[in-house]
């Protein structure tokens, strides 16, 4: 028995975007290599930012399967019109990508922002990430396990830190084997490549809970209390860890939403409020 293809929500088309005129866009930068594999990412900034910038690492949703770096275009130029650069990544995925794969990714980023922030802009000590969904999943592991040196991979820029100072993480999955209570535990998921029974120390290296230790990054967790795709006991599983831990951790809850609520214009512009005043508010670096 296999679980079922989830977590795809939405995807906005490349043509729906519309990017402000207040931002500019440098696309297709290479942020990590492996071997003939190159991964790219499209960089949004404030059009006449006269001074370094925090940077925020973009991460699309997509059930670790599906889309590509310009699903959260929308996010990245929302944030870069109030004052933030922001990255919108690609990474790799399903099926041929399983975890830890996309961690790697992910941190490559970080690495890959930090070891260039004098080149575009970005100040190297206030570094963010936002992300949705699958995405929501990969941006709480980089708030919470920069200490695992095995989760870095060999993307590029080794030795510089992928630590972040922030997190949005919006619908995400922060404990596998909680979001899988109640279901067999032979069932197999295809993200992990294998079943709860088989490796559970596997489920809980995916899961963002396992890492939470006193200085993991301050989190705001956006989340439909309606979710029919990620249970939204899962944030407030999140907010509970982190506070257990001395963690700084914010709840915004979306009232009856859908699970890509951020797509949703009823929906969109305060959640986009929401997430650059918490960023402001927690990268101000050293």
């Known amino acids: 028995m296999r679980v079922p293809i989830f977590f795809l929500g939405l995807i906005l088309s490349a043509s729906a975007q519309q990017i402000p005129d207040t931002v500019s866009v440098s696309p297709d ?7 003939e594999v190159q991964l790219r990412l499209d960089l949004y900034r404030p059009r006449n930012a006269d001074r370094p910038l925090p940077g925020v690492i973009v991460v699309r949703g997509g059930g670790w399967r599906a889309g590509d770096k310009r699903g959260f275009a929308n996010i990245a130029a929302a944030l870069a019109d109030r004052g933030l650069a922001a990255a919108c990544i690609e990474y790799r995925v399903l099926p041929e990508a399983r975890f830890p794969l996309e961690v790697n990714d992910v941190k490559a980023a970080v690495r890959w922002m930090r070891a260039e922030a004098k080149r575009y802009g970005i100040r190297p000590d206030a570094i963010g990430a936002i992300g949705g969904s699958a995405g929501g999943h990969l941006v709480a592991m980089l708030g919470t396990s920069y200490k695992a040196a ?6 590029g820029h080794a030795g510089v830190s992928s630590r972040v100072q922030a997190v ?27 079943s709860f029974e088989e490796n559970p120390g596997l489920w809980a ?6 890492y939470l230790s006193p200085d993991s990054a301050p989190f705001l967790l956006i989340h439909s209390n309606a979710d029919k795709t990620v249970p939204y006991a899962q ?3 999140m907010v509970e860890s982190c506070k257990s831990n001395g963690v700084l951790a914010e709840l915004m809850t979306i009232e009856d939403g859908p699970h890509a609520f ?25």
């Open 205 to 210: 290296k995916a899961s963002p809970v396992t």
């Open 29 to 35: 930068i290479v942020y990590a290599r492996y071997g």
């Open 168 to 194: 949005v993480a919006m619908a995400p999955v922060v404990d596998f084997k909680g979001m899988f209570k109640g279901r067999d535990p032979k069932t197999r998921f295809d993200f992990l490549g294998t």
């Open 150 to 155: 095995d989760l870095e991979g060999d993307g």
């Open 262 to 286: 951020w797509n949703m214009p009823k929906w969109s512009a305060s959640v986009m409020e929401r997430a650059a005043k918490f960023f402001h508010a927690n990268l101000r670096g050293s």
């Open 235 to 237: 944030s407030l599983q």
